[in-house]
């Protein structure tokens, strides 16, 4: 013990010691402060790197140990298993948030600011730190959400480029639907939404549940247009003398020899057939054309190279011109999916 203690205590070991210990504190502390205040905005960033630097100025520490070669490997071996250990054990939580965080990080799905939707929790991203991302809700609080949770239930994002709003309402079958998708295409234009659109989602028993829905450009808002959805539906209907029902509603009203379905109305075609394509798959429709153009290119090219001894020089010239065309088609696709892309961005 006293030999250990005489080794320790000599060539100013400890004053060694200590400076290299005092050095890392006031070292880690400054970059602390520093990176604090310059990455305020890249959070995962700044504490990812200062738990790197704590790792290292373990490391350094106890290599500066006065200690002989082979304790202090071991003392390095025994960090090293502790290390291990810890990602073991962890792996499910701690390691497993970060590693989700990195992944979070690299598939760059949502940004903060978005509307996001994770396991029946929604609200406007906040922030993105190492272990967990923070929402805020409808109701102004704030909910800590684990990153593994985050990339172990879908998310889903409300496109800053624009979304569709919509409810469902139950009406009597007495009712004729012209008469309904009109009122309910003008409670989508007082809402503010536009290309408004109406579906029939259920025939009930003693109900028929239809669905108004619109596309809203300015996403920032869209809480208060929801709302306003609601109530300019009441609005209109209410206005036109049509009663809104539950879906368990029955009705035993007494007929007396009203008849009991509507009088059809001759109105003119509703130019709405694929409307509600192009607004909800917006992005795979492009991507759908990409991948359709990239076929035919390649079957054009499989024909070609198969035919090449068997085809004539007219032939071939015809399939080259084809394939040319596809090929600044594809680019021009390609194109469009590039700049819807950065337009959700």
């Given amino acids: 013990m006293s030999s250990f203690l005489d080794l320790f205590l000599a060539s100013g070991s400890v004053v060694k010691l200590l400076t290299t210990i005092f050095l890392s504190f006031i070292l880690l502390a400054l970059l602390n402060r520093y990176l604090r205040s310059y990455w305020e905005k890249r959070k995962f960033q700044f504490q990812l790197?200062?738990?790197?630097?704590?790792?290292?100025?373990?490391?350094?520490?106890?290599?500066?140990?006065?200690?002989?070669?082979?304790?202090?490997?071991?003392?390095?071996?025994?960090?090293?298993?502790?290390?291990?250990?810890?990602?073991?054990?962890?792996?499910?939580?701690?390691?497993?948030?970060i590693l989700a965080g990195v992944m979070l990080r690299v598939i760059r799905n949502f940004k903060l600011g978005d509307y996001i939707t994770v396991n029946n929790i929604t609200g406007r991203a906040t922030?993105?730190?190492?272990?967990?991302?923070?929402?805020?809700?409808?109701?102004?609080?704030?909910?800590?959400?684990?990153?593994?949770h985050m990339v172990t239930f879908p998310?889903?994002?409300?496109?800053?480029?624009?979304?569709i709003v919509s409810i469902d309402i139950s009406l009597g079958y007495d009712i004729p639907r012209q008469r309904i998708s009109k009122q309910l295409c003008l409670a989508a234009e007082d809402a503010g939404l536009s290309e408004g659109f109406v579906q029939i989602r259920n025939l009930g028993d003693f109900s028929i549940t239809y669905r108004i829905a619109g596309h809203l450009k300015d996403t920032s808002n869209l809480i208060s247009v929801r709302a306003n959805l609601?109530?300019?539906?009441?609005?209109?209907?209410?206005?036109?003398?049509?009663?809104?029902?539950s879906p368990s509603f029955m009705n035993t009203r007494a007929i007396n020899g009203q008849p009991i379905i509507p009088t059809p109305q001759r109105v003119e075609q509703e130019n709405s057939e694929n409307k509600l394509e192009t607004l909800a798959f917006e992005k795979a429709q492009k991507a759908s054309s990409v991948a359709k153009v990239e076929t035919a290119i390649d079957q054009l090219t499989a024909?070609?190279?198969?035919?090449?001894?068997?085809?004539?020089?007219?032939?071939?010239?015809?399939?080259?011109?084809?394939?040319?065309?596809?090929?600044?088609?594809?680019?021009?696709?390609?194109e469009r999916l590039k700049e819807q892309d950065l337009k959700n961005d």
């Avoid at 272990?131 to 809700?137: D, N």
């Avoid at 998310?155 to 979304?163: L, P």
């Fill in 155 to 163: 998310v889903k994002v409300v496109r800053s480029s624009g979304t």
């Fill in 49 to 97: 790197l200062m738990l790197c630097l704590t790792f290292i100025a373990i490391v350094v520490v106890i290599i500066v140990l006065p200690l002989s070669d082979g304790l202090r490997g071991q003392l390095l071996s025994l960090f090293g298993i502790l290390l291990s250990a810890a990602i073991a054990f962890a792996s499910t939580t701690f390691i497993g948030n």
């Fill in 303 to 334: 024909e070609l190279e198969q035919g090449k001894e068997s085809l004539n020089t007219q032939d071939q010239q015809a399939i080259e011109d084809k394939l040319q065309i596809l090929n600044v088609q594809l680019n021009e696709e390609k």
């Fill in 230 to 245: 609601h109530s300019s539906v009441l609005d209109r209907l209410h206005a036109d003398n049509i009663e809104i029902v």
């Fill in 127 to 148: 922030e993105m730190n190492l272990l967990h991302v923070e929402v805020q809700t409808e109701q102004s609080d704030l909910v800590t959400i684990p990153n593994i």
